[in-house]
Nanobody
Framework: VQLQASGGGLVQPGGSLRLSCTAS????????MGWFRQAPGKEREMVAV????????NYADSVKDRFTISRDNGKNTMYLQMNNLNPEDTAVYYCNAVLWKTWSPKFNNWGQGTQVTVSS
């Protein structure tokens, strides 16, 4: 299983970033997917999830109304549009397949993730 997150970077508070996640077609098209993040000294947490069809999405309370998850099944790619970023969003962001309803990560292989740093 190969999951590749990209698109991170350094952004000022209030700024925006769009993350992308790619996976092999057989994995992507048949799985619900999610974004997770891990800040220094903290446990990894779920940020947003989206089911295979894209019609159901769920967000952590801390990112609701600021982040938008989407997926393009034709491109085997998932996105996370992050707006109005604040320093508390600083973390390494990962993508993974998720289990229905529990939204728990499905695979042990997390990949390298992509660093998002929000700082002035």
């Amino acid at each position: 299983v190969q999951l590749q997150a990209s698109g991170g970077g350094l952004v000022q508070p209030g700024g925006s970033l769009r993350l992308s996640c790619t996976a092999s077609g057989s994995i992507f098209r048949t799985n619900h997917m999610g974004w997770f993040r891990q800040a220094p000294g903290k446990e990894r947490e779920m940020v947003a999830v989206i089911i295979t069809s894209g019609t159901v999405k769920n967000y952590a309370d801390s990112v609701k109304d600021r982040f938008t998850i989407s997926r393009d099944n034709g491109k085997n790619t998932m996105y996370l549009q992050m707006n109005n970023l604040n320093p508390e969003d600083t973390a390494v962001y990962y993508c993974n397949a998720v289990l229905w309803k529990t939204w728990s990560p499905k695979f042990n292989n997390w990949g390298q993730g992509t660093q998002v740093t929000v700082s002035s």
